[in-house]
């Protein structure tokens, strides 16, 4: 667990399932990464931002095709 300055304050943080690129999930969905990027734009695709890399977890890809299910 990391140091925090204050020996009181205990720091969690909590783990996402593992973190995919654009490129990755475009992949897996079989589509463009501009497909992705607009998924992401429009907020279906809910995302990680760390500094100017976007990540998408397994499990918030998992939610979005589950939202998006028609039978």
């Known amino acids: 667990m990391p140091q925090s300055p204050n020996p009181n304050l205990h720091l969690h943080i909590a783990v996402p399932s593992p973190l995919l690129t654009v490129a990755q999930t475009a992949e897996r969905l079989k589509l463009s990464p501009r497909s992705i990027r607009r998924l992401i734009e ?29 039978v």
């Not at 760390?50 to 939202?67: M, S, Y």
């Open 42 to 70: 429009t907020g279906a695709l809910t995302v990680h931002r760390l500094g100017r890399a976007v990540r998408i977890a397994e499990t918030d890809l998992a939610q979005f095709l589950k939202n998006n299910r028609y």
